[in-house]
């Protein structure tokens, strides 16, 4: 198991205060990490909820005290008048910066310009830099997604998905993996929260993928169910029902506390979307099952109509899971059989639309 993301939650009234201990986090992070026996993957800093007009002093301040930082987010009102173009020169010049947008119909359309204008201006990679929250902002450690609330928070996420699967393996309930993994971890951001003075703490018990540490893996091994065959769905099922009742059982939890299936993240997920066993309707549909979003679904060429209409039928499905969930989309110019370049994330396979 790994601390997939150690995330400071910060609201910007906050962020003056904050710059004056940043530059000593990595320090105390790192002998905390030792002390408590956890790989910490990624340091991260997202804010609250921001105006546009707030954009361009924010992002010059968090570029200033984010040194110890791998990434900052910063999630963002919109509305038609939001200039996408500055929005989209920010992202190509500022390689921390993530950014999401949140809200209904309206933003989504917003949301659908600057994937177009990312597609036109900046390499495919800036893609994996935004994201849609459908219903509203989420408090979670993911990015692009996160977004601080009130009050600062030190939260983390986790990568934790071979350790599941080797509980499972020895005949260990998957509740009782989840929340041994949790204790430890909580554990370990109570004691920094501590050192750092902060008020709150929270985790995100999501269950994500990284490349080989396959979800894919633990779905089959869980439901005795090979992923895409009758039964799937009720494995994604029963899988998030007990993310559901540990979470309950854990007044820290935050966030989706929900599997997810980021494609390209996944090095199982893209090699059944290269076979073609896995289109990006197929993921839509697992996402109707309670995962945390439509994530990271490379995308074949398509034109603006076509791109309308398949990003409203995946504004559709999430809806009326009736709690915030994430879009992120890579609009390719290729069709299915080629590869996309993603930068420091690697390549991934382009998708069958259906």
Not at 138 to 143: A, K, L, M, Q
Not at 198 to 227: A, C
Not at 284 to 297: E, H, P
Not at 320 to 326: A, I
Request: charge should be negative.
């Amino acid at each position: 198991m790994r601390v997939r993301s150690l995330t400071f939650l910060i609201p910007s009234k906050f962020l003056k205060d904050f710059s004056a201990i940043s530059g000593f986090v990595w320090d105390v992070v790192g002998e905390a990490s030792k002390s408590f026996g956890l790989d910490v993957w990624t340091l991260r800093l997202a804010v609250d909820p921001q105006s546009f007009r707030n954009l361009p002093e924010l992002v010059e301040f968090l570029d200033d005290v984010s040194e110890p930082f791998n990434y900052y987010a910063i999630p963002l009102m919109c509305n038609s008048s939001l200039n996408v173009d500055y929005v989209v020169d920010l992202l190509g010049g500022f390689d921390k910066l993530f950014i999401s947008l949140y809200g209904g119909l309206d933003q989504l359309r917003v949301f659908r310009d600057l994937l177009i204008t990312i597609r036109r201006k900046l390499p495919l990679e800036a893609f994996v830099k935004v994201s849609f929250s459908v219903g509203g902002n989420i408090i979670t450690p993911y990015f692009p997604s996160a977004s601080a609330g009130i009050s600062p928070m030190l939260s983390a996420s986790l990568l934790y998905v071979k350790t599941l699967i080797e509980g499972l393996n020895n005949g260990v309930p998957i509740l009782n993996t989840i929340l041994d993994c949790v204790k430890r971890v909580k554990g370990f951001i109570t004691y920094l929260a501590e050192c750092f003075k902060f008020p709150l703490v929270g985790l995100d018990l999501s269950i994500s993928p990284w490349m080989d540490e396959s979800v894919v893996d633990l779905l089959e091994v869980f439901g005795n169910v090979r992923f895409g065959d009758v039964g799937t769905l009720k494995s994604i099922y029963d899988v998030n029902g007990v993310l559901k009742h540990a979470a309950s059982m854990e007044p820290s939890s935050i966030g989706f506390n929900e599997l997810m299936l980021p494609y390209a993240e996944d090095s199982k997920l893209m090699q059944l979307g290269f076979e073609g066993k896995l289109s990006a309707y197929d993921l839509l549909r697992y996402s109707s099952i309670c995962v945390a979003g439509f994530d990271m679904a490379v995308l074949p060429r398509m034109d603006y109509d076509l791109l309308t209409r398949f990003l409203l039928d995946v504004y559709s499905t999430l809806s009326v899971k009736g709690k915030p969930n994430g879009i992120r989309v890579v609009l390719s110019d290729g069709d299915y059989g080629d590869v996309a370049d993603l930068g420091f994330l690697g390549k991934a396979p382009v998708m069958k639309l259906i």
